[in-house]
């Protein structure tokens, strides 16, 4: 995960909330606590000076990590850059962690945009192989694929489409989890 980047754009529409400066009549969204969860100690602690306090980064790996209860949970372009086990290993332990009525954000490349997504693959090639992890597994879906995956995690999804007259091909997924019915909850009796 790329923690700083998220993390840190809500960090500053808060404060330029504040002071005033942010536009009228569509607040920024706000959280009692933000986490970010990142797998490399040196990106950490990096994320961690440039925050300065505004959010906790936590080094782990979130396809596995134990995390708390969370009304939201961010994921901008990150599933892309793992392998389709992985990704479906992720929305799970999200989903598991979703608070009733919480949400999941997800920006993605849509890997049926054409020559415009070619585009996004091989600056994504060219950045692992400058930062040494030319190993570094990437499964890009198309939005159908998406989808199917978000609905295999129990989310009710709605899409957007985004990067409009840009090179960027990304779609904006809003997850949402749909209610878990318990077992011990039955349907109400039919009148008499």
Known sequence: MRPGTDEGLLAEARRAEDAG???????PPRFDRMA??????????????????????IEG???????????????????????????????ANAAARLEPGGVVPVREADASAGWRFTTVHLR????AIAFRTRHQSFHAPTEAEWLDCF?????RTDVRRMGEGTLFVNLLFRLTAEPRVSASTHPPSPPA
């Open 21 to 27: 400066t942010w536009p009228p009549g569509s607040p």
């Open 36 to 57: 970010g969860i990142e797998t490399r100690d040196r990106t950490a602690a990096r994320a961690r000076a440039a925050l300065d306090g505004d959010a906790e980064i």
């Open 61 to 91: 790996d979130a396809r596995t990590l134990s995390m708390e209860p969370a009304s939201a949970v961010l994921l901008f372009d990150v599933l892309h850059l793992m392998r389709a086990d992985e990704q479906e290993a992720l929305l």
């Open 124 to 127: 994504n090639r060219l950045k």
């Open 151 to 155: 609905a295999r995690r129990g989310f």
